[in-house]
């Protein structure tokens, strides 16, 4: 089994910066990549970014190009999701899902493991 913890989300203002974290624990080893998803009140949950655990690949939404960094501590099996100049509609539950095959996706379907999500309030 694997789990994730997500942590790091909070109230901040518009411009403002988050980090947050996605510690895995478990049978890390069937890890492949790993993406986080956020879910807005009212909306569906949308891909945000992905990265495999190598750190060799990763990509982003076009709506948090250039502002959102993901990246990866293997030796801590934590992948972090460095937010920059946020906006009121990044205002989200932020999740972080594991992958256990090879390749990224965008696809919810394709994550095996979902953690509990942490709240972002990004207030104007």
């Known amino acids: 089994q694997v789990q994730l913890v997500e942590s790091g989300g909070g109230l901040v203002q518009a411009g403002g910066s988050l980090r947050l974290s996605c510690a895995a624990s478990?049978?890390?080893?069937?890890?492949?990549?790993i993406g986080w998803f956020r879910e807005a009140p009212g909306k569906e949950r949308e891909f945000v970014a992905a990265?495999?655990?190598?750190?060799?690949?990763?990509f982003y939404a076009d709506s948090v190009k250039g502002r959102f960094t993901i990246s990866g501590d293997n030796a801590k099996n934590t992948v972090y999701l460095q937010m920059n100049s946020l906006k009121p509609e990044d205002t989200a539950v932020y999740y972080c899902?594991?992958?256990?095959?090879?390749?990224?996706?965008?696809?919810?379907?394709?994550?095996?493991?979902w953690g509990q999500g942490t709240q972002v309030t990004v207030s104007s």
């Open positions: 990265t495999s655990l190598s750190g060799i690949r990763s």
């Open positions: 478990g049978r890390t080893f069937r890890v492949y990549a």
């Open positions: 899902a594991a992958r256990f095959k090879v390749g990224l996706t965008t696809a919810q379907s394709e994550y095996d493991v």
